[in-house]
């Protein structure tokens, strides 16, 4: 079956516009959650959603936002970016809270 | 807030020689436990998990198991092989999931 597709791979912007990441989840699959990734921070909780709803979130500002449609698939969008804003994000989903995740590819973000 | 320590890397191993990465946790509550590996090039994949006290996972030949009193979830493998060289990670998950900082794996043959 298909794995977690995240459009774009690649995206560089700059400073100061608004980009917005997509991630097709597992078929069934219907928490979606997004991470951030770096090589000083590590693995970076961003939120969960869960049937459209926003289940958890974490300790990033306002600009970091997200949604999930009905059909699971999920957007993350960044507003105002910063340099610090380089990272790959990446995609998780799973059948439910507490289940494992299954990952996407991640898309890797420059600012410049 | 939820936490997990992972043992640092890196860490390089000979070829069969028994592997331990330990893993500790704090968490309000009974999360379910997790091992992620990412190998070079590649994404992150679920490795092994482990949903309540004194569960056993297991896959490819690692195994953890879940220590309530403890808190701990350390991964072994018996005998490693080259192509296990990867980064691997311990994760909580109680809604939102928590990682550690991944140990770096390299097998020498």
């Known amino acids: 079956k298909a794995g977690v597709t995240q459009t774009p791979r690649y995206l560089i912007k700059t400073r100061g516009q608004q980009v917005t990441l997509s991630c097709s989840p597992i078929?069934?699959?219907?928490?979606v959650s997004w991470y951030q990734q770096t090589p000083g921070q590590g693995l970076q909780f961003l939120f969960e959603?869960?049937?459209?709803?926003?289940?958890n979130k974490g300790n990033f500002p306002g600009r970091f936002s997200g949604r999930q449609f009905s059909n699971s698939r999920s957007e993350m969008n960044v507003s105002t970016l910063e340099l610090g804003d380089s990272a790959l994000y990446l995609c998780?989903?799973?059948?439910?809270?507490?289940?494992?995740?299954?990952f996407g590819s991640g898309t890797r973000l420059t600012v410049v | 807030g939820d936490s997990v320590t992972q043992m640092e890397g890196p860490v390089t191993l000979s070829e069969e020689a028994f592997l331990t990465i330990n893993c500790t946790y704090t968490?309000?509550?009974?999360?379910?436990l997790f091992w992620y590996v990412q190998y070079p090039g590649e994404g992150l994949q679920l490795l092994l998990k482990?949903?309540?006290?004194?569960d056993k996972g297991s896959n490819k030949g690692f195994e953890a198991t879940y220590r309530k009193e403890t808190t701990s979830f350390h991964l072994e493998k018996g005998s490693v092989q080259v192509s296990d060289s990867a980064v691997y990670f311990c994760a909580l998950r109680a809604g939102k999931s928590t990682f550690g900082d991944g140990t770096t794996l390299t097998v020498k043959p």
């Open positions: 482990a949903t309540k006290a004194d």
């Open positions: 968490a309000t509550g009974y999360p379910s």
């Open positions: 959603y869960f049937s459209e709803t926003q289940r």
């Open positions: 998780a989903s799973s059948f439910e809270s507490n289940y494992g995740y299954t």
């Open positions: 078929s069934g699959h219907r928490s």
